[in-house]
């Protein structure tokens, strides 16, 4: 069992008999009272989002999730498609239910699946991701107002701020654990 001190973002937890992830957390300590835990969560199953506050001293059920092995293959109307490594069954994912991790699939990477019975309900991505720059302005001499930052899309069509010298078509290193640029990667 999980307490609230055990809360953080990416937690999993059972909550009304389905898996949930905890997408976004906030800790508040108000001068007089208990302490103050918001969350919001993510069904695992059907991508809902929704906010709740807890309190301390309540406990959580730890999501029943089995992890597979699994290669990501292609998209298609029906989601994401995943191939198991040992029985080279596949599952499929829909896009509301992976969120933003979607934008961070490669052709032929290899995730954890998270699956809920025999139902894919997410993925767990390796924590960093080669993508190259597909759009991106280009540096102005002098434009140092708004920092070193500018806004990049890499093919994926996920947007970032990326540092000034990042230019169109070069392949960089983004962590996918908070979605931020974190190098060039050398060809």
């Known amino acids: 069992m999980y307490s609230c001190a055990d809360l953080k973002k990416g ?12 997408v976004q957390f906030d800790f508040t300590k108000p001068g007089k009272g208990q302490a103050l835990y918001k969350c919001k969560l993510r069904n695992m199953i ?29 998209k298609d109307e029906t989601g994401y498609v995943f191939m198991d490594q040992k029985s080279y069954e596949q599952t499929s994912i829909s896009e509301d239910v992976l969120g933003d991790d979607h934008y961070f699939l490669v052709d032929n990477m290899e995730v954890k699946v998270h699956m809920h019975g025999e139902r894919g309900i997410g993925v767990t991505l390796p924590n960093f991701v080669n993508l190259r720059v597909s759009q991106a302005d280009p540096w102005v001499k002098g434009d140092t107002a708004a920092g070193n930052n500018k806004p990049a899309t890499v093919e994926s069509g996920y947007t970032l701020q990326v540092p000034s010298f990042v230019e169109q078509g070069t392949l960089i290193q983004i962590d996918t654990r908070s979605g931020e640029y974190v190098t060039r990667v050398k060809e």
């Not at 937690?11 to 905890?22: C, F, N, R, S, T």
């Open 46 to 74: 059907t991508g809902s989002l929704f906010d709740r506050t807890y309190r301390s001293g309540e406990s959580f059920e730890p999501a029943s999730l089995d992890e597979r092995d699994m290669q990501y293959l292609y």
């Open 11 to 22: 937690l999993k937890v059972m909550i009304d008999g389905e898996p949930h992830v905890i």
